[in-house]
């Protein structure tokens, strides 16, 4: 999984050859969406939806798709694809603060403040070589801003989801997400007149087929089947490990060049994340410790926080044995 998803960014590099922003990433999308619909009534996963929860799932496919995704591509145009991966890993702590303001039950404390801080000094050292040389293009400042804003947008759907679309089965919210997605980013790649300036080359066609079907379709089938067979929190660690994989794949297609900052930026970056996130990962570790089941879980690329179902009452016993042991 960590190969896939970390080679997902020279897959989103490789399309870009030679197909535009948001028409590749609506193309990677309509690829994904006929392989899930298949896999879905192989299943017997119930499609439909309430019409109450059209307006959220909406705002959600906007953010995480057309928001995200879109701008996530377009920066990815004047960034390396390793660069990009390290921007977009401080998406767990954009996380963590839009919880602590739509969730009421969630509040942000010192430590995803300190999370905070030390990932976005993670992003100014990643950048900060740029930044230093005469005449830089002022189009990578601004891709570099577009791919934490797409970070931000991505937690903002994953919030979106929990708070509102957590009881729906994973397959059917992402299906019906790459849809409404993939139409959004589709309609604005043909308004922007991007289908001018296509040109399908081996490289991109085959960065599309891997982003669609591996990248998407496959892995997301795969890391269900994986959280039904390992901890939640084992899974949830190979966010640490697709900046790496990033970085080595940008490098060895591209021979992009992984510096010293790089190595910093992307340390600070996930130092902020461990701050961000450790009272979740402590919480996370009891309940494996003592065999619960994790009341939630995190897809590690950015694109969803799925809620659980607690028909037996796991939360509840969660939080009684925190209060047992004194946590706060």
Request: hydrophobic share 50%; glycine share 12%.
């Amino acid at each position: 999984m960590c190969v896939v998803w970390g080679l997902s960014w020279v897959g989103i590099k490789l399309s870009l050859e030679g197909v535009p922003p948001f028409l590749g990433s609506g193309v990677r999308f309509a690829v994904a969406v006929p392989l899930l619909y298949a896999w879905a009534r192989a299943r017997n996963v119930p499609l439909g939806l309430d019409r109450q929860i059209w307006p959220v799932m909406l705002w959600s496919a906007f953010f995480n798709y057309g928001f995200s995704y879109g701008l996530v591509y377009w920066g990815e145009q004047y960034l390396t694809a390793g660069v990009t991966s390290i921007l977009y890993a401080t998406f767990p702590v954009f996380t963590a603060v839009f919880v602590a303001r739509v969730l009421p039950d969630e509040r942000i404390g010192w430590g995803a403040v300190a999370g905070l801080l030390t990932a976005f000094a993670g992003v100014v050292v990643t950048f900060s070589q740029d930044l230093s040389i005469d005449g830089v293009v002022g189009s990578q400042i601004s891709a570099a801003l577009a791919v934490v804003l797409g970070a931000a947008g991505g937690a903002l759907s994953t919030v979106l989801i929990k708070w509102r679309l957590s009881h729906l089965h994973p397959v059917s919210l992402t299906l019906w997400q790459m849809i409404l997605g993939s139409v959004g980013l589709l309609a604005c790649g043909l308004a922007l007149g991007e289908w001018r300036t296509v040109t399908w080359t081996p490289r991109s066609v085959l960065g599309i087929l891997y982003l669609g079907i591996v990248a998407s379709a496959l892995a997301f089938t795969l890391y269900y089947w994986l959280l039904q067979r390992v901890p939640a929190v084992a899974v949830s660690c190979m966010i640490f490990v697709n900046p790496v994989v990033a970085l080595l794949g940008d490098h060895w297609i591209y021979g992009s060049e992984v510096t010293s900052r790089m190595v910093l930026g992307m340390l600070l970056i996930f130092a902020g994340i461990g701050l961000s996130e450790f009272r979740a990962f402590r919480y996370g570790r009891r309940r494996v410790v003592t065999g619960l089941e994790p009341a939630e879980t995190t897809a590690v690329d950015g694109t969803l926080l799925l809620g659980k179902e607690d028909p037996g009452g796991t939360s509840s016993r969660m939080a009684a044995e925190e209060r047992a042991s004194g946590s706060g």
